[in-house]
T-cell receptor, first 109, second 115 residues
Framework: DAKTTQPTSMDCAEGRAANLPCNHS???????VYWYRQIHSQGPQYIIH???NNETNEMASLIITEDRKSSTLILPHATLRDTAVYYC??????????FGTGTRLTIIP | KAGVTQTPRYLIKTRGQQVTLSCSPI?????VSWYQQTPGQGLQFLFE???????NKGNFPGRFSGRQFSNSRSEMNVSTLELGDSALYLC??????????????FGNGTRLTVT
């Protein structure tokens, strides 16, 4: 199973872009990178996922390096409601997801 | 489209009792998986059901069990409750059951407190 490494915490000013990095150097060719976030006392929320190409949806953009060993989640205009723990995950092909400790993102007013 | 619904939202039980938690997946989703989240252990996989069959199971004792009904709704049961079972229990549903290209959609969980 591909292991992911994320910084423990990050701060970002409100209105600025939040860039959250993730390393997944052991990822295999057919494994996707997923991002979820969890706001206190709620269930994790799916944000975005990708395989090789960069992806964008209404919530965020996902930039995956060409060698696929790392990725960056971008929240283009962070708001206070984006304060949460962000998890980068490479699922092992079943539902036995390991969420790890993620990155605690704090948006500063 | 309604999200994943878990009931009840909060539950308080006494050691030795049993508890049943319920999960209604997003309409059309056939896979339902369950997770336990505690401050010390993070989010841990319990089991996954697809079309009424258990496909994967995590490393939890036999006191933890589950089932899925023909309408994809799922229940999990914990018997002989222990203090350490106090946790947030999360249910997630997905279309195909394979997380390769099928995101999980989580409910807001059931907060179980064992006294």
């Amino acid at each position: 199973d591909a292991k992911t490494t994320q910084p423990t915490s990050m701060d970002c000013a409100e209105g600025r872009a939040a860039n959250l990095p993730c390393n997944h150097s052991t990822i295999s060719g057919n494994e996707y990178v997923y991002w979820y976030r969890q706001i206190h006392s709620q269930g994790p929320q799916y944000i975005i996922h990708g395989l090789k190409n960069n992806e964008t949806n209404e919530m965020a953009s996902l930039i995956i390096t060409e060698d696929r060993k790392s990725s960056t989640l971008i929240l283009p205009h962070a708001t206070l409601r984006d304060t949460a723990v962000y998890y980068c995950i490479v699922p092992p092909g079943n539902e036995k997801l390991t969420f790890g400790t993620g990155t605690r993102l704090t948006i500063i007013p | 489209k309604a999200g994943v619904t878990q009931t009840p939202r909060y539950l308080i039980k006494t050691r030795g009792q049993q508890v049943t938690l319920s999960c209604s997946p997003i309409s059309g989703h056939r896979s339902v998986s369950w997770y336990q989240q505690t401050p010390g252990q993070g989010l841990q996989f319990l089991f996954e059901y697809f079309s009424e069959t258990q496909r994967n199971k995590g490393n939890f004792p036999g006191r933890f069990s589950g089932r899925q009904f023909s309408n994809s709704r799922s229940e999990m049961n914990v018997s002989t409750l222990e203090l350490g079972d106090s946790a947030l229990y999360l249910c997630a549903s997905s279309l195909s059951g394979s997380s390769y290209n099928s995101p999980l959609h989580f409910g807001n969980g059931t907060r179980l407190t064992v006294t």
